[in-house]
């Protein structure tokens, strides 16, 4: 079974920066599609940014390109996502998910393609 921990959310002021990681551990040697998705108060979960495996194709939501970038490491099997210029809309609980992919290429940007969640961590952009 697949466990995520996420970490490095906080507070900021518009214009700031934050990183944000996740650990991926249970199932060694496999390979897995990766993303990030956002919920803000009383908003659906929306897709961030995503990264595959092997090929370390990346794909962003239009409201984060050029501000976010999404990274990992293959000995801490880490995702982090590197949030610049962050806005006070930027504020929301980030998750990381994750969903086995054999291929390593598979760069999936809808929550309904990810089997595995992280518990959450808030960010919160103040104005």
């Known amino acids: 079974q697949m466990q995520l921990v996420e970490s490095g959310g906080g507070s900021v002021q518009a214009g700031g920066s934050l990183r944000l990681s996740c650990v991926v551990s249970g199932r060694p040697y496999s390979s897995y599609a990766l993303g990030w998705f956002r919920q803000a108060p009383g908003k659906e979960r929306e897709f961030v940014a995503a990264?595959?495996?092997?090929?370390?194709?990346?794909d962003y939501a239009d409201s984060v390109k050029g501000r976010f970038t999404v990274f990992r490491t293959n000995v801490e099997n880490t995702v982090y996502l590197q949030m610049s210029n962050l806005l006070p809309e930027d504020t929301a609980v980030y998750y990381c998910?994750?969903?086995?992919?054999?291929?390593?290429?598979?760069?999936?940007?809808?929550?309904?393609?990810?089997?595995?969640w992280g518990q959450g961590t808030q960010v919160t952009v103040s104005s």
């Open positions: 998910a994750a969903q086995l992919d054999p291929t390593g290429r598979l760069v999936a940007t809808k929550s309904s393609e990810y089997g595995s």
């Open positions: 990264i595959s495996w092997s090929s370390g194709d990346t």
